[in-house]
């Protein structure tokens, strides 16, 4: 009944969650007494706020937080759509990450994979005509004339009631103005825009919902262009029909409704409903993600990396938080899919003919196509080992429960065969046997053993150097629970499970007295570790006035490098190249695309060329010391497929675990 008869705001179609007017100052009061008490004390230093597109005003909301807080340190869980940025009168440092991990993980994909994956889609779901677009278009479709359709309808009401009040526009019909309203929410490209009811809004918005309203226009009757036109006033606040008639109340809650409704279409439409159909690879269909930009090249990465630094010095890095769909590790191992398309063709046509005889006739091309790449993407890489930290698993593959549960999740919000309000039991248990089966059969976990074994290096290499670039690059590094070591995990609830962190803590204090990494969960933890250590010893190149990213010169694509800097003393002082950046105080040097090394034989003799101004620079992951000037790949990365590099005076404070009392941040966890 919520979906076309509602009275209240809820939490998209969630109808025993009511919405509370957090604009109200009273209401914010009653409802951040504790939160604002927390800041007070001292307990808390800084606020992650979840989704504010959901508010009426995000800028007044985050205005007066600031207010209240005296500037706390805040950021906010916003994604950001291409190029776009957080309005620059919010009151926040920036984002909590998502802009980052989507850019970090398609750094690490091989764009030469895109069409045989495209092709295993293809083969399995059958062809989708236009693409991710039309997928998107159509979930959205869905969700304005299913579960948001209330939400629509009060929409048109408020537009219809407007336009009844004012004689120059009575001619724009309710059909009409619902039509314009649904078409001008499936066509926006983004969350949101921002229009404050009196305020003119900003150009960013102007060009949002014009944009979107030449899309909208494109799938309507062209009788109905006026209509849009008048649309298209309304919710930018601007004068519509008789003259000097903007600033009334019901126009004014036309606007601020509006947007609440348009995030909440492309929530529901994008994140859970199309990035769940969508199973090129899924690794790129995450929170904030952008799955049709496949691959991220590396200049296209030191830009993005430097507009960063420039605007949001302070905002959060992340790999993995609580909302993400997959964990940092999984999508490591499921980018590497892309490595090797071929191979992993031939691997699902095996496992496919394995599970022929039990595959139940109910299970469609979407499930399988998800379940073979979940399996691969939550493998644990050495065999025989246990991978600690990973909830104590012993074994390779997935527990089938965390399977099957994961699938059930994943195929109910994907919301084609079955969806959370029509359940359909038949296909979800076929779905589910086939799982379970599939975990029982030694074709198929033998198939998947030998990718995990063959891959391993190529995985090690994703794992390690997303997590170095991540917590080296410019930000504030965000550590999510767990992820310090290698744990390969799935939507919440699987990311939320309780983490052994004594486990973790002993394991630390192993590497730290000198034991040999056994592990790539280890590997991970000892690098983790020691990134952090080095951002507390040198944190005005990571979070100082003037801290800054330098990209640095390899004669390969496939070896990612940048040094963090910190403004140099005079001109003449610029260690990070003589370009003016400022002087080099650390350096991170990644192996990317390592399955294209292979290919090429090796490193052969690419190189790196090291920042002058340090006498000499130490990994502080291996201890081996290098020169500054150019320095081989093959030798720099011959233990690891990373280095963190540093002059030997900040070498012992990397590798050392935290002076007692010690609180200088530059991570967050």
């Known amino acids: 009944m919520g979906d076309e008869e509602l009275n209240y705001r809820r939490f998209f179609d969630v109808g025993s969650l009511v919405a509370v007017r957090v604009e109200d100052e009273e209401v914010f009061d009653a409802t951040h007494a504790l939160v604002l008490d927390l800041v007070a004390d001292g307990t808390v230093d800084g606020l992650r706020i979840d989704h504010p597109d959901g508010l009426a005003d995000p800028g007044q909301y985050l205005q007066r937080l600031a207010d209240r807080t005296d500037g706390a340190w805040v950021v906010v869980e916003k994604i950001l759509a291409g190029e776009e940025q957080v309005p620059p009168d919010w009151a926040t440092v920036g984002t909590t990450g998502y802009d980052v991990a989507w850019r970090l993980q398609q750094l690490f994909v091989d764009p030469g994979g895109r069409a045989g994956l495209d092709a295993v889609m293809t083969r399995l779901t059958g062809a989708a005509p236009g693409g991710l677009g039309a997928v998107v278009e159509q979930a959205k479709r869905e969700v304005v004339t299913g579960p948001l359709y209330a939400e629509v309808h009060r929409l048109t009401d408020l537009a219809a009631a407007v336009c009844h009040d004012d004689p120059r526009l009575r001619d724009h019909t309710w059909r009409g103005l619902h039509q314009c309203l649904r078409e001008l929410l499936v066509a926006f490209d983004r969350y949101r825009a921002y229009v404050v009811p009196g305020t003119p809004p900003r150009h960013e918005a102007v060009r949002a919902v014009e944009e979107a309203a030449d899309r909208a226009r494109a799938r309507l009757d062209p009788q109905r262009a006026e209509t849009l036109d008048v649309v298209v006033d309304l919710v930018l606040g601007r004068e519509a029909g008789s003259a000097g008639r903007r600033r009334e109340a019901r126009r004014d809650e036309l606007v601020v409704r509006f947007q609440q409704v348009c995030g909440a279409v492309t929530a529901k439409g994008v994140e859970d409903t199309a990035f769940y159909r969508w199973t090129e690879l899924v690794s790129l269909c995450e929170v904030g993600g952008e799955p049709d930009r496949f691959s991220l090249g590396v200049h296209d990465w030191h830009a993005f ?91 390779t593959a997935i527990a089938p429960d965390r ?85 390969p995990t799935l939507v919440d609830p699987d990311n939320r499970r309780p983490v052994d962190t004594v486990a973790l803590g002993a394991r630390l204090a192993r590497l730290d007295a000198g034991s040999p990494a056994r592990t790539l969960a280890d590997e991970k933890l000892l690098v983790t570790a020691r990134a952090l250590r080095v951002r507390r010893a040198l944190a005005a190149a990571f979070v100082g006035e003037g801290a800054g990213y330098a990209p640095v010169a390899t004669s390969t694509p496939c070896a990612l490098a940048f040094a963090r800097t910190t403004p140099g003393d005079d001109a003449g002082d610029d260690g990070a190249g003589g370009d003016g950046t400022g002087v080099a105080r650390v350096v991170t040097v990644a192996t990317r695309l390592a399955g294209t090394v292979d290919r090429l034989g090796g490193w052969r003799d690419h190189v790196v060329t090291l920042p002058e101004g340090a006498g000499a620079w130490v990994d502080v992951l291996t201890g081996r010391e290098h020169a500054p000037g150019t320095v081989r790949v093959a030798d720099l990365l011959a233990d690891l497929p990373v280095a963190l590099l540093v002059e030997p005076s900040a070498a012992s404070a990397a590798t050392a675990g935290a002076p007692a009392g010690h609180e200088d941040a530059g991570g967050a966890s």
Do not use: I, M
């Open 305 to 395: 990396a430097q507009r960063f630094a420039a605007l949001t010095p302070h905002a959060l890095t992340a790999g993995s938080t609580h909302d993400t769909k997959r964990g940092e590790d999984t999508r490591a191992a499921l980018g590497v899919l892309s490595e090797d398309a071929a191979g992993w063709s031939r691997l699902v046509d095996e496992v496919r003919a394995a599970t022929a005889p039990y595959r139940g006739v109910l299970v469609d091309g979407l499930a399988e196509n998800l379940l073979w790449q979940t399996v691969a993407g939550t493998w644990l890489p050495d065999a025989g080992a246990a991978a600690e930290g990973a909830a104590g698993a012993t074994d």
């Open 403 to 487: 399977l099957v549960d994961y699938l059930r999740k994943a195929l109910r919000e994907a919301k084609v065969a079955t969806s959370w309000t029509s359940p359909d039991e038949a296909y979800e248990e076929a779905v589910a046997d086939l799982a379970r089966r599939a975990l029982a059969d030694p074709v198929v976990t033998g198939a998947f053993a030998r990718w995990a074994h063959k891959h391993r290096e190529h995985l090690r290499a994703a794992s390690l150097g997303l997590t170095l670039a991540r917590l080296t690059a410019p930000g504030v590094a965000d550590v999510y629970q767990g992820a310090e070591s290698y744990a």
